[in-house]
């Protein structure tokens, strides 16, 4: 029986974007894969996130976020490691060992938005990461 992919997804926080495509890879994919998201400098959950995830039925109410070079030192490997951030943080992203697919997906960071919309437009957010999830899962065809 052979091993299942093997996804990481990575943004700058973890806290909005990667956790966003995350939840996303694993429902489209219907569980086929190992997915789990990270971040450069790991923060807080945003809440906006949480909100708007749970409007789909995801509740992500109670993870964490963790880092991405914790996940380098202990030797993790994927088969696709998937950056969802600007193309300045993507260039500080590690490299994981073994053979991995590198995939750039920018998308408008939620911590940054301001004004009255801001869930409208993390709505907006979630919409195109979930848009560029179901493409890529039936391009690799992970169903």
Known sequence: MSLPMRVLVVCVHNSARSQ????YIRKFSNKHLFVE???LEPGKL???VIAVLQEEGIDISGKN???AFDLLEQAKSY???ITVCSD???????VYPG???RLHWPFPDPSALKGDSVLDQTREIREMIKKRVIQFVQDERLA
């Open 79 to 81: 088969d696709y490691v």
């Open 88 to 94: 300045e943080a993507n260039e500080r992203c590690p």
């Open 46 to 48: 945003n809440p906006n």
């Open 20 to 23: 966003m495509a995350e939840e």
């Open 37 to 39: 998201s990270a971040g």
């Open 99 to 101: 053979k991995s697919q």
């Open 65 to 67: 976020t963790q880092s």
